[in-house]
């Protein structure tokens, strides 16, 4: 079947995720970290624990991603025992946020990549950040109609019907549809599930769990990548 639409997961697929939020944590928690009460894996993990234990009440608009964050740093900042404010989680939230803006890029060879499918193929992300953001749009280089976001779904990955919920608005039928991205959970297995084509982005070099999922360490050279998304 010929391929008419490419998904593409964000974090970590397109945009630097986890070493920008692992440099900014490093910032954010400088003097903790050279006093040794905590560690930077310590961090991440927490950090990470507390998004997703927090992103429900995203979705359902108890908190907004704001004050879901702020939240969420004052209870990292009270994990070592003692107490935090909402306004000391605030200001650590802000930080963090600077720091990471300055840090996230896109990964090499995505913004080419995007181009050159722009080209021929209808092209979409599928994310489970709960907005879109301008800096976001901004750092892909490329104007896309298709963007889907968990909040404005209602739903969030590994749900199948959330690729569905993006296939639908495409008007693309699963076996005319690749997806790509870093998960083997989220991405590849349910797209996978519901028929679509996956593509794993790899640039661990992990173990294969399966043999008939087509892999990419990176989006370089180009020609190489365009093959594996798009072809035959």
Known sequence: MPIQAVLFDL????????PSAQRALSRVFAASLERGETTLERLRHLNDSLY???F?????????RASARTERFRRMLENGGGS????QGAVASEAYLSFYD??????????PLLRALLKQVQVGILTNNPF???????LLEVSLEHWYVAQGAGMNKPNPLFFQHALERMRVEPENAVMVGDSWEKDVLP????GIRAVWFN????EVPRSDVRVLGGFEPLEQALNVIVGL
């Open 102 to 111: 300055l840090e996230r890029t896109p990964v090499s060879g995505a913004v």
């Open 52 to 54: 997703e234990v927090l």
């Open 84 to 87: 935090a404010t909402l306004e």
């Open 191 to 194: 797209a996978r599930r519901l």
């Open 56 to 64: 429900p009440a995203i979705l359902s608009g108890e908190h907004t």
């Open 132 to 138: 879109k953001t301008a800096q976001d749009e901004a």
């Open 11 to 18: 974090d970590d697929t397109l945009l630097h995720h986890s």
């Open 203 to 206: 640039p661990a070099q992990l």
